[in-house]
DNA sequence: CATATTCATAACCATATGATTATGAATTAA
DNA sequence: TTAATTCATAATCATATGGTTATGAATATG
């Protein structure tokens, strides 16, 4: 078992997901997908607050991050969010079993 | 209802939280502390391959972050993991109500 | 063709961050 | 009391990061 395998927490994707979601402006950015569906970057940077470039930046960090996905249209490029991203996020959670899991489940009522 | 509550993405804990979670080296502190129990700055150091101060300054962060707790005892410190402190974390997930909810059930099965 | 729109990238800046070594405070042990 | 242990903080450094404005490439429109 190489080090890199043991220790999972040092996983390079895993590294990339929290990374992209430990911004605000990211995070705000893939709520809003998650709500309105597929935007282009006008859209996204008139909700964001922040100028067109750094929204830019910021979906082609989410991009690399797995957690959307970019769709060209002319000259407008289309970004939706991509659920299946989240999947290192929940299994880092899960990472001890039982441990996360009872916890997980005990959580997952404050989501109402 | 206020700018701060209606966009949750850009709420301070919850940035503090991915950001603690964002760094590899505390993520594997973390799962370390959830693995083996509390345990020492000492200890801690042994198994992270970074530096002593690096290790208290983690610690700090992850404490800062509601992720970890500290017991002082004569010379040491005892961290040890808190649970509860990934509560945000399950609660963005969760933010959009079932949406996330549904992948969220089709994902746990991954933890396995 | 000329002009406007949409987006990404470059150049730049300030600050945050991860890392190191050095140091110092507090506690324990000889 | 002197020496060793444990930890946190300071000083320092290189790089990453979030932000801006400027620019340029590609596409659409007059």
């Known amino acids: ?6 220790n999972a927490d040092r ?4 590294d990339a997901l929290f990374k992209a979601l430990s911004d605000g402006t990211r995070r705000a950015l893939l709520e809003t997908l ?3 569906g597929e935007q282009n970057v ?3 940077t008139q909700v964001s607050g922040v100028s067109q470039p750094m929204v830019s930046r910021h979906l082609a960090k989410l ?3 797995g957690l959307v996905t970019a769709r060209r249209a002319g000259r407008e490029t289309w970004y939706a969010a991509r659920v299946k991203g989240l ?4 299994q880092w959670m899960a990472i001890h079993g039982a441990l996360w899991s009872q916890r ?3 959580l997952e009522g404050l989501s109402g």
Do not use: N
């Open 42 to 44: 006008q859209a996204l």
């Open 63 to 65: 991009k690399r991050a």
């Open 1 to 6: 078992m190489t080090h890199e395998s043991r």
């Open 34 to 36: 998650v709500r309105e």
């Open 87 to 90: 999947g290192p996020v929940i």
């Open 11 to 14: 996983d390079a994707a895993t």
């Open 104 to 106: 997980f489940s005990a």
